[in-house]
């Protein structure tokens, strides 16, 4: 029996560093040793992006064998799954059709546990050690089968003006999810993209802070361009350039991760 670790990163809030999150810290995880799947659950390709070309992302987009095909037509997991250039590092690539997959999921028998159900013998298998799932910015059917599959949950969120809004809502939407998925653990808040020296970084920490219950990670990824240099060149930070502050700010949320759970 596996002892596979199931991780969602999802925020309702769009721009919150997701798929760059999710990406680097699978890459950060990889350097240590642990196998890791990283799972592209959104149209934008971004995640499938960050370790593969344009046209390869395209061409698994266009494919039979997708985060799209797994969920609406039973398309086995086994099948969907890319090996990377990188070692310990495979990913699960996602298709522009899932912009239409909530309308797809609707109709589907327990809809909101495909997701689970599909992932259960890899699992099992303990062929990986992490699983990293990289979820839309909605709060719809897919997030919920996103959540509804994960042990623990990652909320990366922007320290700006507009970062903490609607997060009240994701905290409300994991309540919920607990109706489906009861060992539902939140592991934290990742503040991305900080800039130290504009108020609001304070001022979303401390709003933090005064949560009280929810754990904060230590580390905070500060703005870095060598995130977008690596981004253009479909790597994540940590593979693309390991001296970067980016990198090392990832490895340590690596670090820290792997310590929480």
Not at 119 to 145: H, Q
Request: glycine residues 6%; contains cysteine.
């Amino acid at each position: 029996m596996g002892n596979t670790k199931i991780i969602a990163f999802a925020n309702n809030k769009g721009g919150s560093g997701k798929s760059t999150s999710c990406s680097c810290i699978a890459a950060a995880l990889s350097k240590r040793g642990k196998r890791v799947l990283a799972v592209d659950g959104d149209m934008q390709l971004n995640l499938t992006l960050s370790f593969f070309s344009e046209e390869k992302a395209f061409e698994f987009a266009k494919s039979d064998f997708n985060t799209y095909t797994l969920l609406t037509r039973n398309a086995h997991v086994k099948s969907c799954i890319r090996r990377t250039e990188f070692e310990n590092v495979d990913v699960l690539p996602s298709s522009t059709l899932m912009s239409g997959v909530e309308y797809e999921l609707f109709s589907k028998w327990q809809r909101e546990t495909i997701m689970r159900r599909a992932f259960e013998d890899l699992r099992k298998s303990g062929e990986y050690d992490y699983i990293l799932l990289d979820a839309p910015p909605t709060l719809g059917c897919l997030v919920m089968n996103v959540l509804a599959c994960a042990d623990y949950l990652i909320i990366p969120l922007e320290a700006s003006p507009w970062g903490l809004f609607g997060l009240a809502n994701m905290f409300d939407f994991v309540e919920t999810v607990k109706g489906i998925n009861p060992a539902l653990e939140v592991l934290g808040v990742l503040v991305t993209k900080v800039d130290t020296r504009k108020n609001y970084f304070k001022q979303t920490i401390e709003a933090l802070e005064n949560l009280g219950n929810v754990h904060v990670f230590k580390e905070v990824i500060r703005l870095d361009s060598a995130v977008e240099w690596a981004q253009d060149n479909s790597k994540p930070v940590v593979f693309y350039k390991p001296s970067s502050r980016a990198s090392k700010e990832f490895e340590s949320v690596a670090e820290e991760i792997m310590d929480l759970v």
